[in-house]
């Protein structure tokens, strides 16, 4: 049971930003930043150590989707991706993604700098 497996298959809803073949983008339920996004790969790899030669065209994927999350989001100016792995370094949710954070101008709220981990 994987909870963005399910947001893939539409089982459970999300503000969807984004989507291709290959990924799908939606807000996070629980924003670090004014714009706070989920890059995820639509196949299930659970976190960056399950990277192989075989599957790492659908990781790239992520990256290849990035530019135009950030674009609709209003930030293709600057944004940051992160990509947490493993318990010890904040991942939750183990399904590859990656967050892409965003503080677009007069946004108000979190500022870049007390971004410490996502
Ligand atoms: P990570 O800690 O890197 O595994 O990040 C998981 C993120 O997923 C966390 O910032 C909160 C977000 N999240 C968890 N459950 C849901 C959900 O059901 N919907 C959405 N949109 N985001 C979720």
Redesign the pocket.
Known sequence: MC??CD?ISKK?P??VVYENDDVIA???????APV?M?IVPKTHIPSVNDITPNNALTATAMFLAAPAVARLAGVADGYKL???VGRKG?????HL?A?LLGWPEHAEGMEQKEVLS?
Do not use: E, Y
């Not at 904040?90 to 183990?94: A, C, I, K, S």
């Open positions: 909870i963005f947001i459970i999300s503000h939606f807000r996070d339920t629980n924003p670090k706070h989920l992160a990509l947490n904040g991942q939750v949710v183990d993604h967050h996502v």
